[in-house]
C-alpha cells in the first residue's frame, strides 16, 4: 500500500511569514494526525482528526496554527505568522481508527527552517 | 498521560540480540504499550504492541513482566538497519472520548549498531 504522502520535503522562510504544509494520508485510514518534532526531541501531537472533526487540538498554538481536513481526506496545517522557535520537522501520521490496535503510519516529514 | 522510562541510549553488536528495558510503573489496566522506531531522516515507524502477553512479529519481540510495570523489546540479531531511537509508549484505549488513543511520545533511547 502507498504510504503517507507530505510536501514540500523541505522549507525555508523568514520570520513572520507565513507556510502551509500538506498530507495525504494512506486510503481508508479515518484518522489522522499533526505532529511537531524539534531537534533532538520526541514528536509531540498537534492535533488528531477523525475523518473531517477534530478530536484533540489542545497543544496546537491556535493563535499561529491552523489545520483542516476537507471531506475527511487530505489535510492541510499553517503556521501564520512563523516564528523562529517553530524550526522543525512536522510529521503526518494515519490509522485506520483511533483505537490501539490500530498503529499510526508516519510520513517523513516536512522540515521547516524559520530564519 | 502514563509516562515511560527508558536509557537515553544503548550499543550493540551486528547479529547479536537486542534488549531495549522500558519502565511503566504507573501504567493504568487499559494503556497498551506500543512501540515505534525512528530512522534518520524519517518519520516513525511502527514496530510491535501489546496488552498483557508477549507478542512476536517478523520485526521483533515483545516481553511485557507480569505486573506490567516494565516491558522489553528484543530484536533478535541486530542489523546496522536497526540503529534507530527507540520509543517505548502507552497508549490508552478510547476512554469516553478523552483520550482518542493518542501516542505520546518521550525521549525514546538511541540504539547504536556496531558492525
Known amino acids: 500500500e502507498a504510504g503517507v504522502a507530505q510536501s514540500p520535503r523541505y522549507k525555508i522562510i523568514e520570520k513572520r511569514q507565513s507556510v502551509a504544509f500538506w498530507c495525504n494520508p494512506i486510503s481508508g485510514h479515518a484518522t489522522l494526525y499533526w505532529y511537531q518534532q524539534i531537534l533532538g526531541q520526541g514528536p509531540k501531537l498537534l492535533i488528531q482528526f477523525q475523518n473531517n472533526g477534530v478530536v484533540d487540538d489542545s497543544q496546537l498554538p491556535k493563535d499561529r496554527f491552523s489545520a483542516e481536513r476537507l471531506k475527511g481526506v487530505d489535510s492541510t496545517l499553517k503556521i501564520q505568522p512563523a516564528k523562529l522557535e517553530d524550526s522543525a520537522v512536522y510529521l503526518c501520521a494515519s490509522s485506520l481508527d483511533p483505537g490501539p490496535n490500530s498503529p499510526l503510519h508516519f510520513g517523513n516529514g516536512t522540515r521547516l527552517t524559520v530564519t | ?115
Not at chain 2, 510495570?69 to 469516553?96: E, F, M, N, W
Request: negative net charge; glycine residues 6%; hydrophobic residues 30%.
Open chain 2, 1 to 115: 498521560d502514563a509516562k515511560t522510562t527508558q536509557p537515553n541510549s544503548m550499543e550493540s553488536n551486528e547479529e547479536e540480540p537486542v534488549h531495549l528495558p522500558c519502565n511503566h510503573s504507573t501504567i493504568s489496566g487499559t494503556d497498551y504499550i506500543h512501540w515505534y522506531r525512528q530512522l534518520p531522516s524519517q518519520g516513525p515507524e511502527y514496530v510491535i504492541h501489546g496488552l498483557t502477553s508477549n507478542v512476536n512479529n517478523r520485526m521483533a519481540s515483545l516481553a511485557i513482566a507480569e505486573d506490567r510495570k516494565s516491558s522489553t523489546l528484543i530484536l533478535h540479531r541486530a542489523t546496522l538497519r536497526d540503529a534507530a531511537v527507540y520509543y517505548c509508549i502507552l497508549r490508552d484505549v478510547l476512554a469516553g472520548g478523552t483520550s482518542y488513543g493518542k501516542l505520546t511520545f518521550g525521549q525514546g533511547t538511541i540504539l547504536t549498531v556496531h558492525p
